[in-house]
């Protein structure tokens, strides 16, 4: 159990039989009557957001995550294999249970599995990945940084925006939560 004054961003509560991140927090005490705590909630199954408002020093029960490394081997047909880097165990995930971060998974990258009752909630991938781009139009001599961009295929699939000079065969590093261009490798 964790107190409602205890909360921060980033804390995992159990409310209604599901697992809910705390966004944002302000603990309110007005000038007449009891505090309390507002706080925007997130659900970690679905991603709804909610903003819910506890009593100060209310306690609700703290979802216990567990965390596993975890490196992506194969994929068989729609089922993604990964091995559990500790364990040596194999798993299997759907491209649903990983999310729309999918397209950049590549063989050999290793993610973090978040688990709440045998429950994937979350596949955590690196902040940033290097792919080479497979597809996009051919760059031209006098094109800038600044210039402006073009649409990219890497080799996992994913489309991504880069600028005019990049050409096809160039490793690239893609921020993986915003999908954009990062650099050259």
Do not use: C
């Not at 505090?35 to 819910?52: D, H, M, P, S």
């Not at 994913?158 to 650099?183: C, H, K, W």
Request: negative net charge; hydrophobic residues 35%.
């Amino acid at each position: 159990m964790i107190s409602s004054n205890d909360f921060r961003p980033g804390v995992s509560i159990v409310l209604d039989g599901s697992v809910w991140r705390v966004v944002e927090f302000l603990h309110v005490k007005p000038g007449k009557g009891s505090a309390f705590v507002r706080t925007k909630l997130k659900n970690a199954q679905n991603g709804n957001v909610v903003e819910k408002t506890f009593r100060a020093g209310e306690t609700v029960p703290q979802a216990n995550l567990e965390k596993s490394t975890m490196q992506h081997t194969y994929k068989e047909g729609e089922e993604y294999v990964f091995m559990d880097m500790e364990s040596y165990e194999e798993g299997r995930l759907s491209a649903a249970q990983i999310g729309e971060r999918v397209k950049y998974l590549k063989e050999g990258m290793e993610v973090n599995v978040v688990r709440w009752d045998d429950q994937v909630l979350e596949v955590e991938l690196p902040n940033s990945v290097v792919l080479e781009v497979v597809q996009t139009d051919p760059g031209v001599k006098g094109d800038t940084a600044t210039g402006g961009s073009k649409p990219a295929t890497v080799e996992t699939g994913a489309m991504i925006m880069v600028p005019l000079f990049i050409s096809q065969g160039e490793r690239i590093r893609i921020d993986t939560r915003n999908d954009t261009y990062l650099g050259r490798e």
